[in-house]
T-cell receptor
Framework: KNEVEQSPQNLTAQEGEFITINCSYSVGISALHWLQQHPGGGIVSLFMLSSGKKKHGRLIATINIQEKHSSLHITASHPRDSAVYICAAQPMYSGGGADGLTFGKGTHLIIQP | DAGVIQSPRHEVTEMGQEVTLRCKPISGHNSLFWYRQTMMRGLELLIYFNNNVPIDDSGMPEDRFSAKMPNASFSTLKIQPSEPRDSAVYFC??????????????????FGNGTRLTVT
C-alpha cells in the first residue's frame, strides 16, 4: 500500500517568501501529481511529473525517484497563492493509471500581505 | 472548454433521503473518476469509468452508493439512503486516454468544483 506524507500540514508565510512543500511516498511510482485546492473548494492540477523538474510561472515541482520524494516550490509568494496543496502518487503496481492514485492530506498555505 | 461540470454545488438533505450528484466530463475525455474528500481521510477514489464502463468500484463504501455513466457526457453518483457520515465534498474528474494511462504524464486529471453534501 502506498503511503503519501506531506509536510508541513500548515504553513503561514509573509508575501514574497520562498515556499517549499514536501511530499514523500513509500512505493515506486509512475507519476506524481501536485494539485491546488482553492479556498472555494475547486481543485486544479498544477503538475504531473515522473522525473526531474517542471516549472510554471512562479511554481516549480521537483522529484527524486530514488529518494521517493517530491517538492513544490513557490517563488515570490503572494496572498493569492493561499490554498491547500495536495500531492498524489500513482504507484507502478496499479498499472500507472489514475485509479491507483494515493493522495496526501494536503498542506494548508496562507500567505499574509 | 467549460471544464468538468458538477451539480449541485451544495446539497443539504435529511438522513434517509436519496441524493443524486451529477457530473459532465470534458468533451472527448473517456475516463471519469468520482472522489470523496473528508477532513479525516482526505481525497479517496470511489469509482472510475473508462469509455462509460465501470472499471473499479472497490472504493465505493457500501451498497448505499451507486454510480452510472449512461453516456460519454454524463455520470451520476447516487446515495440511497443517505446517512450523516456521508457528509463530504464529492469531486468528479475526467481525463483522456486509456484508463491505465488516464492521469498519467500525458493525460492530466481535470477536476470539477465539487458538490458539498451535508446529511443531517
Amino acid at each position: 500500500k502506498n503511503e503519501v506524507e506531506q509536510s508541513p500540514q500548515n504553513l503561514t508565510a509573509q508575501e514574497g517568501e520562498f515556499i517549499t512543500i514536501n511530499c514523500s511516498y513509500s512505493v515506486g511510482i509512475s507519476a506524481l501529481h501536485w494539485l491546488q485546492q482553492h479556498p472555494g473548494g475547486g481543485i486544479v492540477s498544477l503538475f504531473m511529473l515522473s522525473s526531474g523538474k517542471k516549472k510554471h510561472g512562479r511554481l516549480i515541482a521537483t522529484i527524486n525517484i530514488q529518494e521517493k520524494h517530491s517538492s513544490l516550490h513557490i517563488t515570490a509568494s503572494h496572498p493569492r497563492d493561499s490554498a491547500v496543496y495536495i500531492c498524489a502518487a500513482q504507484p507502478m503496481y496499479s498499472g500507472g493509471g489514475a485509479d491507483g492514485l494515493t493522495f496526501g492530506k494536503g498542506t494548508h498555505l496562507i500567505i499574509q500581505p | 472548454d467549460a471544464g468538468v461540470i458538477q451539480s449541485p454545488r451544495h446539497e443539504v438533505t435529511e438522513m434517509g433521503q436519496e441524493v443524486t450528484l451529477r457530473c459532465k466530463p470534458i468533451s472527448g475525455h473517456n475516463s471519469l473518476f468520482w472522489y470523496r474528500q473528508t477532513m479525516m481521510r482526505g481525497l479517496e477514489l470511489l469509482i472510475y469509468f473508462n469509455n462509460n464502463v465501470p472499471i473499479d468500484d472497490s472504493g465505493m463504501p457500501e451498497d448505499r452508493f451507486s454510480a452510472k455513466m449512461p453516456n460519454a457526457s454524463f455520470s451520476t453518483l447516487k446515495i440511497q439512503p443517505s446517512e450523516p457520515r456521508d457528509s463530504a465534498v464529492y469531486f468528479c474528474a475526467s481525463s483522456s486516454g486509456d484508463s491505465r494511462l488516464a492521469g498519467g504524464v500525458d493525460s492530466p486529471l481535470h477536476f470539477g468544483n465539487g458538490t458539498r453534501l451535508t446529511v443531517t
